[in-house]
């Protein structure tokens, strides 16, 4: 029996997020005012690596984990380019 090779699809390099991870510390301190003036993006301070086991992003403000993925030894596609750098609309409008 042949194994048929599995499909990949293209992972794009652009910001495709749908919903953002985020340090539980870092937003409840957003929340009562700590963070004044900022975004939850802006005030939170996050690292990623790869662990043993595959992925983990940790908070380095308060030193504490975020998530951590176990990937059960699976390889899996990744897209390891940087691409062009994202313009944000009132940048745009600057040039």
Known sequence: MSKKKKEQRELSAQNCI?????????LDEWKN?????????????????????GLQLRC???????????FEGIKHPAN???????????EKAKH
């Open 18 to 26: 749908g919903m953002y991870l985020h340090c539980g510390m870092c």
């Open 33 to 53: 005012g700590m963070a004044f003036g900022e975004s939850p993006e802006s005030y939170q301070r996050m690292q990623a690596g790869w662990t043993k086991e």
């Open 60 to 70: 380095t403000r308060h030193r504490v984990n975020i998530i951590h993925i176990d």
């Open 80 to 90: 390891l380019t940087a691409g062009e750098p994202e313009i944000e609309e009132n």
